[in-house]
């Protein structure tokens, strides 16, 4: 049977239209919550107790930490707690490329990166940004050199934008920690 060209618009439409649908919930299906904050504050900062911190920016603070790691700070209010021997566990989040990405950053008494972990990740793909060895490069760095990706960070094909931004995220938060946090 002929199929004449309107008839045959009308299906390609639907079934493109339906593949779209099928697509946008494929995408939600990814989505992972690899850790609680619980969790997360177990595996960096093991058993030593962490004290809630009311943190708020003030506009000169958010100004400088700007200048200093040439990264917009979106929120005024951080999620930190202070450590007993005074380092820092920062609850954070930056966009992946379409989603939000939840971290977590520990942070010694001298504002370098103790550790990271990925808590939510919501994006369809660059999840290799979890695995320890990529995490691990962030350790021991500190406000003293803004990281660069592909540089002192290596970048993992498939995940660029996700790496750019956490990149940006670790760098925005060694400034807060030299800006406002190293002065509690």
Not at 167 to 184: C, D, P, Q
């Given at each position: 049977m002929a199929m004449d060209r309107r008839t045959f618009t009308k299906?390609?439409?639907s079934f493109l239209t339906s593949a779209a649908g099928l697509s946008l919930f494929h995408t939600q299906l990814y989505a992972r919550q690899y850790l609680t904050v619980?969790?997360?504050?177990?595996i960096l900062w093991g058993n030593e107790k962490l004290e809630p911190q009311v943190v708020k920016l003030t506009?000169?603070?958010?100004?400088?930490?700007?200048?200093?790691?040439?990264?917009?700070?979106?929120r005024s209010n951080l999620q930190a707690w202070k450590s007993q021997s005074g380092g820092w566990f920062i609850l954070d989040y930056v966009i992946g490329k379409h989603e939000y990405i939840d971290y977590?950053?520990?942070l010694e008494k001298n504002?370098?990166?103790?550790g990271l972990e990925i808590l939510h990740y919501r994006e369809s793909y660059g999840g290799d940004?979890?695995?320890?060895?990529?995490?691990n490069q962030f350790s021991g760095h500190s406000h003293t050199t803004n990281l660069r990706l592909n540089k002192e960070?290596?970048?993992?094909?498939?995940?660029?934008?996700?790496?750019?931004h956490l990149?940006?995220?670790?760098?925005?938060?060694?400034?807060?920690?030299?800006?406002?946090?190293?002065?509690?």
């Open positions: 299906s390609i439409a619980e969790q997360a504050k177990t506009l000169a603070q958010r100004k400088a930490i700007r200048e200093g790691s040439k990264i917009r700070v979106r977590a950053i520990a504002g370098a990166v103790r940004v979890r695995h320890k060895r990529w995490r960070v290596m970048s993992i094909t498939g995940a660029t934008m996700s790496c750019r990149v940006e995220g670790v760098n925005r938060i060694n400034h807060t920690w030299k800006v406002a946090l190293s002065m509690l």
